[in-house]
Structure formats: C-alpha cells, structure tokens
C-alpha cells in the first residue's frame, strides 16, 4: 500500500574481483523473467524487481576497501581507479537500509557494511568534520574535484549525513555491532562543525572551505536548489550549530528563492522558471518528509508536487519536438547525455530523458511515474536495462542510449520508491530529536514534530 496516494561529477569503475564475489555470495539476484511474463508483473512486483535491481549498484560498486560509493559505474581516463563519493555514498546507506528492510540481505550483512564505512571515514580526510567531495577509497586522502575545491565540501558532506542518521535510526537493536554502529555515528555527527561554513557566524553559509585555498571558491549556499537538507542539518546540530539568521538572510536570499509565477498553468511557489532539474524536489527529500512541511516560505509538498507537473507537463506538450517525450516518457534532471553531462530541465532541454526524474517523483506523482515505469521496462528494456536497472539517460532524438550508471541517480530510484511504497526513509529521519529540533529552530512545522 503506498505510503501516500498521490551531480556533479565524473568518477571510475573500479571492483576487485575478490569483492565481486564476496557480494553477489549475500545479495540474492533479480530473477529472470521472459518478455511475456514482464507484461503480467503487478504493479507492486515491478516495483519490486525496479528497486532491487537498481541496489545491486550500491552492493557490486562499493569500494573493496572503504565500502563507500563509486559515483559513476563508467572508466574515465581523467580519474584513477580508487575515487569514491561522499554524498553518493549517503545515497547508498539510504538504499542499503530499504535492502535490509526488504530482505535482500540480511541485517547482519548491512550492520557489517556499514561498520566498515564509518570505521574509513573516521579515519579519511575531513576538514572541521566536514568530508570533501571525493575521496580515495583506498587510503581515504582527498581527490580534488576541482582545482580549488580541494577541501570541504558542506552538501556533499550533508547527504552523507542524511544517509547515517537514517542509519543510526533504523539499526537500533542493543547488539554489540548495532551498538557500534551508532556510537561511531554519533562521533562523525558530533565532531562535524556545520558552523565554520557560517564563516565567523555571519550571515552566509558557504558551500566550500580548503586548507590550501580557504574560502576561495566564494559559493554561497543560496536557494532554492538541492541544498535545503544542508540548513536542516546544519541547525541539527547537538555540537556546532548554524544559526536561525544564515538560514533566512542567506538561504531565503537569492533572485531564484521565492517565484510565485504559473507555468502550464500551474504556480510555482519557489525557484527558477520551470523549476529546474528535478534532483531539487529528491535530494534532500529523501529524508525530509515534505508532507506538511512548511514554514513562512512555502509549503514543501506544494513546491515539490507543482515542480514535479511542470516538468512532466512540460515533456508531454513537448515544445520543442523531440523524439519519444509523451506522458509515458518524461523527466528532465541532471545526468550523462549525448555530449557529456548537463543538468536538464524544462528551460534546459535538449531532448535527453533521464529515468530517475521520473522514478525517484513516485511520491508526488505516482499515475505519472509508474506510466513512466512500465514504458521504460516493457518497451524500452532492451535500450535502457542493464545489470543495475535503467541506465542514466538516453535521447532518442539523437539515437543515444547511455551505459552508465551514476550513484546520485541510482540512489534516489531506490529511497524515493520506497518513501512512496512505505515512508521508510521519512520516518527514520524525521524520528531524529535533533532533527526535530533543527527544524522548529528554523521555523518549521510538520506533523513529525513534538508539540
């Protein structure tokens, strides 16, 4: 019964063959089915085989070594073998969680997973507790992303996050692992000090902080794009706290926060024209509850819900007459495309679908997702599935089918499925005090929270 009715970044492929073994031994494989027994799978089984399949990424892409996220499942020649993703590996907890859940392996095996992930990172590179956006998943050293960003990076650094309080939530049996688990969550929580990125607690957050470069690469966190989860957390904090003020003078602050303007008809309460890519309305989301989420800007159900059917609107009218959109195949976000990697949206579109927009809005759109769904796996299988689900894009304009997999894709597809079908991710995260507290500090107010 659904719970409701209703990137960046080019990595390597890099597995041992030793960890490929040892994973497909505890990870029960997909069972196979002919085209005509796909046709007669329910809804609720395709769900089933969709989100299975894709967690297989996060299971045969772990680093053999740390056990944290590869971002893409493609070698580039630009990068070394040993790079993995701080904030596609927060997507990975999520997944691995709805694995364990849904019995795909077992507790024991995740506890064990996990364990081997916090040990790395409390031993790998940090910057005031604050993880940078890669790292090498062998010695646990910093791998610049860019040639400033080469230290801190606070987004990144918050999906993890979101990832780990979702796990110190869920794996709260008082057993001598578990136990471990969560006390060694608690300490990377603890030691993270969100407020440095406030930067001598001013009135801005700031997305990047270097030992070699300080605050040279001067992004301020402004909305609204993918960071609120960012602010929540940071106002989380039991140890280092944001203040209220940088959330309203700087995040509330921005020629793109508030919109209010119609577009298909349909308002638009915050953001770009048309909303932007869909990760905005999935990435901090797939914790945070947006059901009676509001506060004096918005009403984060509305925000999310509007942005989802201007995007499958927009792809359904079609304006700009590309090959294969329809109301069966939409969903425009940031992924791999025919030359190269863009963010795309409805004011960005160069005729290039990316299945996890559409998958990863089940909660808001379930009609529209699982039409969506069944046209990808029923008519397109043979263009789009692979060995971890759909690949990241295609366009069929250009006749351009993707072979990647990116973790930052992958992951949504698995938790927001699971919020539609269960809520399992909201729940756990919107459980946490400090979460809660984070939250009225803001201004918030859910049904999650205490009176």
Same mark, same amino acid.
């Given at each position: ?7 960046? !970044?080019? /990595? ?9 073994? =040892? ?19 329910? &809804? ?15 299971? &045969? ?28 590996? !927060? ?15 077992? @507790?024991?095996?995740?506890? *064990? ?11 790998? =590179?940090? #910057? ?19 040639? *400033?960003? &080469? ?16 796990? @110190?939530?869920?794996?709260? @049996? ?29 009135? =801005?957050?700031?997305? %990047? ?13 402004? !909305?609204?794009?993918?960071? /609120?989860?960012?602010?929540? /957390? ?13 959330? %309203? *003078? ?14 298909? !008809?349909?308002? /638009? ?21 947006? %059901? ?82 069944? %046209? ?24 351009? #089918? ?48 205490? *009176?």
């Amino acid at each position: 019964m659904p719970y409701f009715l209703s990137k960046k !970044g080019i /990595l390597t492929l890099f597995i041992s063959v030793t960890s490929l073994v =040892s994973y497909s031994q505890v990870l029960t494989p997909v069972p196979q089915t002919t085209a005509s027994e796909r046709k007669t799978l329910s &809804d609720s089984a395709l769900l089933d085989v969709v989100q299975k399949q894709t967690f297989k990424y996060f299971w &045969d892409f772990s680093h053999p070594v740390s056990g944290l996220s590869r971002e893409r499942s493609n070698t580039t020649p630009a990068y070394g073998n040993e790079v993995v993703t701080i904030g596609g590996s !927060g997507f990975g907890i999520m997944a691995i969680i709805v694995a364990t859940e849904r019995h795909w392996i077992t @507790r024991d095996t995740a506890v *064990k997973h996990l364990l081997k992930e916090v040990n790395f990172l409390l031993k790998a =590179s940090s #910057y005031h507790g604050i993880f940078p956006h890669w790292l090498n998943g062998a010695t646990g050293v910093t791998i610049p992303f860019s040639r *400033k960003d &080469d230290g801190a990076d606070i987004v990144e650094t918050s999906y993890l996050f979101e990832g780990l309080l979702c796990a @110190r939530q869920y794996f709260n @049996r008082q057993d001598p692992l578990e136990n471990q688990l969560r006390n060694k969550i608690k300490w990377l929580w603890t030691g993270a000090e969100w407020n440095w990125h406030q930067r001598d607690m001013g009135n =801005s957050l700031y997305w %990047h902080w270097s030992p070699n470069n300080g605050w040279a690469m001067n992004l301020e966190i402004r !909305g609204w794009n993918e960071c /609120l989860i960012t602010y929540i /957390l940071g106002a989380s904090s039991p140890t280092y706290p944001i203040t209220e003020n940088v959330y %309203h *003078k700087c995040w509330a602050v921005s020629n793109h926060f508030i919109n209010g303007r119609l577009y298909y !008809g349909i308002k /638009l309460p915050l953001g770009f024209d048309y909303g932007g890519p869909l990760f905005f309305a999935h990435y901090s989301f797939m914790g945070l509850d947006p %059901h009676g989420l509001k506060d004096e800007y918005a009403d984060y159900w509305e925000q999310n819900y509007n942005h989802t059917l201007i995007n499958y609107k927009h792809c359904v009218i079609n304006p700009n007459h590309f090959k294969g959109y329809g109301e069966n195949c939409w969903g425009l976000t940031a992924s791999d495309t025919y030359n190269g990697y863009n963010a795309q949206s409805p004011a960005n579109d160069f005729g290039t679908i990316t299945p996890s927009a559409a998958l990863s809005s089940f909660p808001y759109t379930p009609e529209y997702s699982m039409k969506a769904l069944k %046209h990808f796996y029923y008519d397109m299988r043979d263009k789009i599935w692979g060995d971890y689900g759909f690949v990241d894009a295609f366009n069929e304009s250009k006749n351009w #089918y993707a072979e990647s997999y990116l973790a930052i894709d992958e992951g949504p597809i698995v938790v927001m499925i699971e919020n539609y079908r269960s809520g399992l991710l909201w729940k756990l995260f919107m459980s946490s005090p400090e979460i809660q507290s984070g939250l009225a500090k803001l201004g918030y107010e859910s049904p999650w929270m205490k *009176k």
